[in-house]
């Protein structure tokens, strides 16, 4: 089962908004990850959680904050967020992060619209 | 730098042609992995390959098969028979060693695949 669940499926907030993504996987892969992803462009990466510890932070706006509460979950809370925050998030395993050739899983990934 | 260029934005094909898509990298790393992902449009992207730097040798998956090339620095793919479910787009992507921390990936900008029946 190579299957990576992310929910809600789409999402419309205000710039007021507190809201959660919430991605699950099964796999028992020890790295998370979360990605955004504009139309018409590859996914941009965010966060990185190895072993439940965040790993590393592509300097992303403290509006979006992880959290990995065990080893199958992976949240994203967001916050006062802008219109060009609107995007595709997806949510991505992997066995691990110290070998760099381990593939990562993607979810279907959260569709985002602030309004 | 670490890049991935695809410089092929958009192909539309019939179906049932043959169809390439290049990809072509930058590294100075002796190690190094490359792989392809599909995005259909529901979103998700779907692993199709991983070749690390040491194995040269091409592969073929049914209609999917994969030429690597050291020397010109190419991971391309090619679809033999396309088929409608074959439209999406293709991202290529180069896995990237950073902080000492493992890989992250490099993506290429994508290749949008159309095959119309």
């Known amino acids: 089962d190579t299957e990576v669940t992310q929910t809600p499926k789409h999402l419309v907030m205000g710039m007021t908004n507190k809201k959660s993504l919430k991605c699950e996987q099964h796999m028992g892969h020890r790295a998370m990850y979360w990605y955004k992803q504009k139309a018409k462009k590859p996914p941009e990466l965010m966060f990185v959680y190895s072993y439940e510890k965040l790993s590393i932070n592509e300097s992303v706006p403290s509006r979006f904050s992880p959290e990995c509460p065990n080893s199958s979950l992976l949240n994203l809370h967001l916050h006062a967020l802008q219109p060009e925050d609107s995007a595709l998030y997806l949510c991505?395993?992997?066995?691990?992060?110290?070998?760099?050739?381990?593939?990562?899983?993607f979810g279907p990934g959260t569709r985002l619209t602030v309004t | 730098a670490q890049k991935v260029t695809q410089a092929q934005t958009e192909i539309s094909v019939v179906e049932k042609e043959d169809v390439t898509l290049d990809c072509v990298y930058e590294?100075?790393?002796?190690?190094?992995?490359l792989f392809w992902y599909k995005q259909p449009p529901s979103g998700e992207l779907v692993f199709l390959i991983r070749?690390?730097?040491?194995?040269?040798q091409n592969e073929i998956s049914g209609r999917y098969s994969w030429n690597f090339q050291k020397s010109t620095s190419s991971f391309n793919f090619t679809i033999t028979a396309s088929q409608v479910v074959d439209s999406a787009v293709y991202f290529c992507a180069l896995s990237e060693e950073i902080y000492n921390q493992g890989g992250k990936l490099i993506f290429g900008q994508g290749t949008e695949l159309s095959v119309k029946p």
């Open positions: 590294t100075r790393d002796t190690t190094y992995y």
């Open positions: 991505a395993s992997s066995q691990g992060i110290n070998v760099l050739g381990y593939e990562q899983y």
């Open positions: 070749r690390n730097s040491f194995d040269e």
